[in-house]
């Protein structure tokens, strides 16, 4: 069935005027445009990491592509992102003779994710993750900095690459560079409102509200737009839409802040379950651990306690006490810190100058923008920071000596790796920030295959439509483990954007 094109949007626009997430009469599959305003091979819905990665792939592969960004600005949280990316046996790790392999990374991955994880979509992504990095440094012109591999809490080894400028920023500014060489730049303020599915299966194009305004779900001029090969669905996750994520997991209420970009909301994962799309563990919510509750949203606190795990401590300020394995999966951090904080104290992460030192080698400049922030404390003396925190400061002495055990014997009473390149700690001044755990990361979502084909509730491929990144679920299962989202982003938006292109042209 079709409907002349002022049929179509006037349904359309009243729907819209009944409420955000009211569905017009033709949003039923089989309901087309008589006409299209708009035609492309390939309509890529959104631009973060994923999308843009397949929007170079399908570009490259001969597809005419438009992406679709509801936000004023490209990037989404992959421009707020910390900027590492975990590559087990990338060329830094040879340069510095740490030993890795795409098995350990699946390993580590399959147990923080608690064997929710589809295990051969870890595979697949361990497997192609250098081959992702080439890719991302050779064609994209990505850089990684070469002096500091970090390990992750939750990985074995150290594998996680910083960006040049220790922000996702380096990566999706040469992604839309790269774009911009070929005549292509996202569509910013356009919203994609409706996945339109045919009585045959197929996506076949989406309508969408031009010169949208968010959140105000009736703006912009509505236009349909067919996508002759395929729809790639890239739209992230939903940490920023408390009433949507209260749904999966009721605890996670407004009182808490988030690390995401305030687009990170639910419309296109309501939208992708109404044509029929199969979710799975969409409960799977994760709370970054070390961010600060001295400032808004990501903010940069996170960058020195995230150091500190590695180089320092943490510990409770009302026992002077360490509290958790500091480089645990994130679960176990977070709800260690919630543990703490639900008592009335501070959780804090502790370092020295030399913890400073090693910092500023990854991180130049940060420390200080930290300090000017006041998300990051400076103390004289482990006395000053007893006294500021009010912290026993006996037992925090007692904290320091057991991590500078640590340092000798290679062995943690926590149960910490201890990295190689861990000092004794001592030499004031110390730095100290406060910790407080942001909703960060959705890891269930749309169901794929290894084609990035999204799986409807039947259990079949829906002709057309392709997925990649937070959008699906399936490849982190409980826990996903820092630094796995970026090439789990990029592997599978590049696959999404070569699949899409090669699908067979409909009429």
């Known amino acids: 069935m079709t409907m002349n094109r002022r049929q179509f949007l006037q349904a359309a626009s009243a729907a819209a005027v009944a409420g955000a997430f009211s569905f017009p009469a033709f949003a039923a ?30 570009s490259d592969a001969g597809a005419s592509v438009v992406i679709l960004e509801k936000m004023r600005t490209p990037g989404g949280n992959s421009i707020i992102n910390g900027g590492i990316m975990a590559v087990p046996g990338s060329p830094e790790q040879a340069a510095q003779g740490i030993k890795d392999s795409p098995e350990l990374m699946m390993k580590d991955m399959l147990k923080a994710g ?3 994880n589809h295990p051969e979509k870890v595979r697949f992504l361990c497997d192609h993750a250098v081959d992702t990095y080439h890719w991302a440094v050779e064609k994209v012109g990505c850089r990684f900095q070469s002096k500091r591999i970090k390990q992750e809490g ?6 996680s690459l910083f960006t040049e400028n220790g922000s996702g920023s380096a990566i999706v500014t040469k992604e839309l560079a790269y774009l911009e060489k070929k005549g ?28 949208y305004r968010f959140p105000k779900a009736d703006s912009g001029k509505l236009k349909a737009i067919r996508a002759r090969k395929g729809v790639v669905l890239a739209y992230g996750g939903f940490a ?34 109404r044509i029929g799309c199969q979710m799975i563990q969409s409960d799977w919510i994760q709370i970054l651990p070390q961010t600060s509750p001295d400032e808004k ?29 500091e480089l645990a999966n994130r679960k176990v951090r977070a709800d260690a810190i919630l543990n703490v904080r639900n008592m009335g104290h501070d959780a804090i992460a502790i370092g020295d100058s030399g913890t400073a030192k090693s910092f500023e080698i990854i991180r130049p400049g940060m420390l200080k923008r930290e300090l000017d922030r006041k998300c990051v404390f400076k103390c004289e003396t482990l006395e000053e920071v007893a006294k500021r925190f009010g912290v026993p400061v006996e037992e925090l002495q007692k904290s320091v ?81 820092g630094s796995c989202a970026v090439i789990d982003c990029l592997t599978n938006g590049r696959i999404a954007g070569q699949m899409a292109a090669k699908n067979a042209t409909w009429m």
């Open 297 to 325: 949203g990501f903010g940069i606190g996170f960058a020195w306690s995230g150091h500190v795990s590695m180089f320092g401590l943490w510990v409770d300020a009302k026992t002077g006490k360490r509290f958790v394995n």
């Open 401 to 481: 000596a057991t991590v500078n055990d640590s340092v000798k014997t290679r062995k943690d009473v926590m149960g910490r790796p201890v990295n190689k390149d861990m000092q004794p700690l001592g030499t004031g001044p110390w730095y100290v920030a406060r910790m407080s755990p942001k909703i960060h990361h959705c890891m269930g979502g749309l169901l794929t295959n290894l084609d990035t084909q999204v799986i409807d509730v039947e259990g079949k491929p829906i002709p057309g439509l392709y997925a990649a990144g937070e959008a699906t679920g399936g490849v982190h299962g409980q826990v996903r483990l």
């Open 114 to 116: 608690g064997q929710l």
């Open 154 to 159: 939750g990985h074995s080894v150290p594998r």
């Open 184 to 211: 292509l730049k996202p569509r910013t303020r356009c919203f994609a409102q409706t996945f339109l599915r045919d009585t045959d299966g197929r996506v076949k194009g989406v309508l969408v509200r031009d010169g």
């Open 240 to 273: 920023a839409d408390a009433k949507y994520r209260q749904i999966f997991d009721p605890k996670l209420t407004d009182k808490f802040d988030t690390t995401n970009q305030p687009g990170a909301t639910s419309e296109s994962w309501r939208e992708a379950s």
């Open 29 to 58: 599959p089989g309901v087309l445009p008589e006409k299209w305003d708009e035609e492309y091979d390939v309509v890529v819905i959104g631009s973060g990491f994923a999308g843009l990665a397949a929007a170079i792939e399908a």
